[in-house]
């Protein structure tokens, strides 16, 4: 699944700043191929109770997310899978 243009294009003017006292972690992401996939898992996990930063890494396939406390994986994978894309686990 896709959601860039046919061309290839999209854009994200989004900016994250994260809480170095949070508790990070990295998860790898399949299916993310633009800005648009960018502010698409960026807004499902940003909405997940405790989350305090998101930062996504299209090219790379990674999301790391920074959060009060460990983040509940299965909510977050339910929270990426509703975005239509795939938690693959953490990287």
């Given at each position: 699944?896709?959601?860039?243009s046919t061309d290839g294009t999209c854009s994200t003017d989004a900016t994250?700043?994260?809480?170095?006292?949070?508790?990070?972690?990295?998860?790898?992401?399949?299916?993310m191929t633009c800005g648009h996939c960018?502010?698409?898992?960026?807004?499902?996990?940003?909405?997940?109770p405790g989350v305090t930063a998101v930062r996504v890494d299209v090219a790379a396939g990674l999301v790391t997310v920074s959060a009060?406390?460990?983040?509940?994986?299965?909510?977050?994978?339910?929270?990426?899978d509703d975005a239509g894309y795939e938690l693959t686990g953490r990287a």
């Open positions: 699944m896709s959601c860039c994250v700043t994260v809480d170095p006292a949070a508790v990070t972690t990295v998860y790898a992401v399949a299916g960018e502010q698409a898992v960026g807004k499902a996990v940003s909405a997940l009060e406390a460990e983040p509940d994986e299965a909510a977050l994978r339910a929270a990426v």
